[in-house]
C-alpha cells in the first residue's frame, strides 16, 4: 500500500509521491518563543515527528527544517513586561523549547532557521516582490498586495470580499490607513521608538511574521518542497500569505502538500495562550505526568481531529502506558541477545505480517489510533510475563527468552511512533550509556563558545545531543551552565 495523506490544499487524500524520488523536503512551522510550549504544540509536533519517523523508517532522505520566530510583537511586549530585551527572552524560551522537545523525544530538526539569521533572505525576497509589483512601500513599511495574487484564497477557500480584517491580531489602526487594501499585510514594518529594528532599503525596521517562513523555506529547501507542515489555526492567514508572496515571488508551487493537525480543546475550546487555557509541557511534565505517557495521549487520535484534553483522558493514557512500558521494558532487556539463525528465521515471518499491518494503518493517512492497536497486540504476550515477573513468577524470565522476535518487532514499531520505554537506569542513577562529567563539561565549553560565535544552530544541537543522552543543561546569570542527569 502507498503511503496516502490528506492535502489541505486540493482537501483530498491523496497518494504521496516526492518531487526528486527517495527524497522527502519538509518545512514546519515553528514557535514564536515570547513563553512555554503549551499542550497544543506538542499535539502538533508529536504528529509530524510521527510523519518524519515514518518516512526515514519506509527507506526516505529526509530533510526536515522548522524555524523560530524570534522577532515578533509578542516577544517585545513580553520583554518589555519583564524589563528584558528580545534577545533574553528568545533566547530563554529556545532553551526551553529544547528541552521540552527532547523530553518527548522529538527528534531535533536537521536546520532550525530563526527569523534574525536570516534577515538577508528576507529582504531579498521582499525585494523580488516590489520589483514585479507585487509589494509597495509606505512611510518606512512594506505592504503585500493581496490582489496582485490571482490565486488569493486557494488554500483556505476564503473570498477576499468574506475575510475579515485584522485576522492574525498583528495589524495596528495607523497601519490600516496606509494599505491600498484592507487585506494587504505587511511584509516590513518600520522601526519604532524604543523597538529593535534592522537595516534594510526601506530604512530601519524588522520583518513581518509571514514573510519570514517563506524566506526561511527557500533559503534552506529550495523553490517548491515536498511537505509544508502546522496546525489548522495556521491555515489562514499565515499559510495562504505564505503561498501568495512564495509564489508571487517565484511564479512556482511553493509545497505540493499542506498538512495541518487538529486543534486541542479544553472544555470545548481550542487550547491557546490568548485564552488563558492552555496547559505547558513543563507543568505536565513537572506535575508527574511521564513524557510517553503524554506522547500516547496525543498519537491515540488522529492527526486532522481535535483532541479534547481531560484529566480522564490523560489518566486512561497513563494506564495505557504503563502496561506498554513495562512490554517495551521486557522487550529491550530480551531483544538485546544474540539468538542465532534459527530465532532470526522465525523472526523474519513476524517481522514480515507485524509489519505489514503497522505499515497499512500508518499508509492511511498516518493512523496512529489503529497503529498503536497493532503495536499493543503485538506487546501482549511481553505485557502478560513483564506481569507475572513483577509478581516473583520465577518461570517468566525463562518463558521470555523464546520472543526475542516479538520484543525486536515491538521496539522497532514503537520507535517509529517514537515511544521508548521509560524508568530505566544504571546503579547511582546515571542513565544507562550517559557521558563522563568530563564529557558534560567539553561539552558545555563547545556551546558556550558557539553561542559566544552566534552560531546558535549549534549550540542547539549540543544542548539536544546532551539531552537524549539524559542530560538537562540549567542556564544561570553571568553565563554560568549548570546541569543534571535525568
Sequence with gaps: MTLRLTNSLTRRTEPFEPLQPGQVSMYCCGVTVYDLCHLGHARSYIAWDVLRRYLLWSGYQVTFVQNYTDIDDKILKRAAEEGSSMELVSERNIDA???????????PADRMPRATQSLDAIRELIGELQAKGAAYGADGDVYFAVMKHAGYGKLSGRDLSEQQQNADGRVSGSEEARKHHPFDFALWKGAKPGEPSFPSPWGPGRPGWHIECSAMVRQELGT?????????????????NEIAQSEAATGQQLARWWLHNGMVNVGGEKMSKSLGNFTTIRALLESGTSAMTLRLFVLQAHYRKPLDFTTEALAAAATGWKGLNAALQLAAQVGSGDWG???????????????LRFSAA?????????ALAVLFELAKP???????????????AAE?????????LVLELAGVLGLKPEGESRPGGAAIGGPSEAEIAAAIAERQAAKAAKNYGEADRIRANLLDQGIELIDKPGGLTDWLRG
Design 362 to 370: 500508518m499508509d492511511d493517512d498516518l493512523n496512529t489510533s489503529a
Design 224 to 240: 517548491t518542497i515536498d511537505i509544508h507542515l502546522g496546525g489548522a489555526d495556521l491555515i489562514f492567514p499565515h499559510h495562504e
Design 341 to 355: 539463525p534459527a530465532t532470526e528465521a522465525q523472526a523474519s515471518d513476524l517481522l514480515s505480517e507485524g509489519r
Design 97 to 107: 523549547f529544547v528541552a521540552d522537545m527532547a523530553a518527548l523525544n522529538i527528534l
Design 382 to 396: 511481553l505485557r502478560s510475563l513483564a506481569n507475572r515477573s513483577e509478581r516473583g513468577d520465577a518461570h517468566a
Design 400 to 408: 521470555a527468552l523464546a520472543l526475542h522476535a516479538e520484543s525486536q
